[in-house]
């Protein structure tokens, strides 16, 4: 069965500080990994890609990795900010059909000053 | 910038009532999609859309209708609505091939008394 697991469920950290959320996937056959992010009461937002033969990826203070033979993705934020307070999603992505995805229940980060 | 909007933000309606949930994207994309996120379960596909007048079962289709006239504006339409339909729901669409970014809408919170 597809599945895509995201650990911690929940995590409070500092402002400032970093913090490494996890994704673990069953998906066959793959074709990309995304992390989103969902903002209370708004959409998901992409923040990265990432393909079969991609390792890391940054977007600003977001870096995503990914181990395609384990099947495991990270998502690591540095310097936490408050606006980082959020859901983020690990969406992974079938090499076949029109774009369908399986999601992961979602890591919720709160940042506190 | 994509723009994926959604008729409603929020909608309160009665058991046995007819539910229309509206969603518009003005990026010309060939896929739409319609979602429900509720805690602890994720996002789950209810329809999505490839095409005008094209429509295909996500995973949890029952209770659900959708309808696709023009190639800007997916409906998805609650023939009954009943009091486990209370959800957030969200629509998104993206370009065809599995590559491409699915944009989301804001969401619509639908209760059902």
């Known amino acids: 069965k597809n599945q895509v697991e995201q650990s911690p469920q929940s995590l409070i950290i500092l402002e400032g500080k970093n913090c490494t959320l996890q994704?673990?996937?069953?998906?066959?056959?793959?074709?990309?990994l995304r992390w989103y992010k969902q903002d209370t009461g708004r959409g998901p937002v992409s923040l990265t890609i990432m393909t079969f033969s991609e390792n890391t990826k940054s977007n600003g203070r977001y870096t995503a990795t990914l181990d395609a033979d384990t099947k495991q993705s990270s998502l690591h934020i540095t310097a936490s900010q408050l606006s980082d307070s959020a859901s983020y999603i690990c969406v992974v992505s079938f090499s076949y059909g029109n774009n369908r995805l399986a999601f992961g229940k979602g890591n919720q980060v709160v940042v506190i000053p | 910038d994509v723009k994926v909007t959604q008729s409603s933000r929020y909608l309160v309606k009665r058991t046995g009532e007819k539910v229309f949930l509206e969603c518009v994207q003005d990026?010309?994309?060939?896929?739409m999609f319609w979602y429900r996120q509720d805690p602890g379960l994720g996002l789950r596909l209810i329809y999505f859309s490839y095409d005008v007048k094209m429509k295909e079962k996500g995973d949890i289709p029952e209770g659900y209708s959708v309808s696709r006239e023009k190639k800007e504006r997916f409906s998805l339409i609650l023939e009954s609505a009943s009091t486990n339909q209370t959800s957030m729901y969200l629509c998104?669409?993206?370009?065809?091939?599995?590559?491409?970014?699915?944009?989301f809408g804001p969401g619509t919170r639908l209760t059902v008394l």
């Open positions: 994704c673990n996937y069953t998906v066959s056959p793959f074709s990309n």
């Open positions: 998104a669409s993206s370009r065809q091939g599995v590559y491409n970014e699915q944009f």
């Open positions: 990026m010309d994309h060939e896929n």
